[in-house]
Nanobody, 128 residues
Framework: QVQLSESGGGLVQAGASLRLSCAASGRTASSYVMGWFRQAPGKEREFVAAISRSGDNFYYADSAKGRFTVSRDNAKNTAYLQMGSLKPEDTAVYYC?????????????????????WGQGTQVTVYS
C-alpha cells in the first residue's frame, strides 16, 4: 500500500507557472505508475498526465500538452507536475494517483478506475 500527499498548489495569475509535488510513502514509488487528475467545481474529475514507473514514458491530456510536464524522482519517492502558461480554466483541485504496474515503461493509464491510490488533493486557482 502507498500513501500519497500533494503539495504546491496556490493562487496565481494567468500566465504564471506552478509545480505540484506528490510524495509517496509506505511502498517504493518506483513500483507505481503515477498519474495526475484534476476536478473543477461542478465538473467530473479528469485525467491530466501520467508517467511510467521508469520515468521515460508519459501521457498527457490534450489540455495539458505543451504546457504541463510530468516527471518523477524515484530516489525521493516523489512525482511532479510542472504547469506553465496557466489559464483560469486550469482552476481545480489537483490529485495525484498511483497504480502498481508490472510494466516499467507503460504510461497509458488515463481512467480514474485505473488507479487505486489517491492523494487528498491540492487547490490551484488561476485568476485573470
Amino acid at each position: 500500500q502507498v500513501q500519497l500527499s500533494e503539495s504546491g498548489g496556490g493562487l496565481v495569475q494567468a500566465g504564471a507557472s506552478l509545480r505540484l509535488s506528490c510524495a509517496a510513502s509506505g511502498r517504493t514509488a518506483s513500483s507505481y505508475v503515477m498519474g495526475w487528475f484534476r476536478q473543477a467545481p461542478g465538473k467530473e474529475r479528469e485525467f491530466v498526465a501520467a508517467i511510467s514507473r521508469s520515468g521515460d514514458n508519459f501521457y498527457y491530456a490534450d489540455s495539458a500538452k505543451g504546457r504541463f510536464t510530468v516527471s518523477r524522482d524515484n530516489a525521493k519517492n516523489t512525482a511532479y507536475l510542472q504547469m506553465g502558461s496557466l489559464k483560469p480554466e486550469d482552476t481545480a483541485v489537483y490529485y495525484c494517483a498511483a497504480i502498481q504496474s508490472l510494466f516499467t515503461s507503460s504510461a497509458y493509464y488515463t481512467k480514474i478506475d485505473d488507479y487505486n491510490y489517491w492523494g487528498q488533493g491540492t487547490q490551484v486557482t488561476v485568476y485573470s
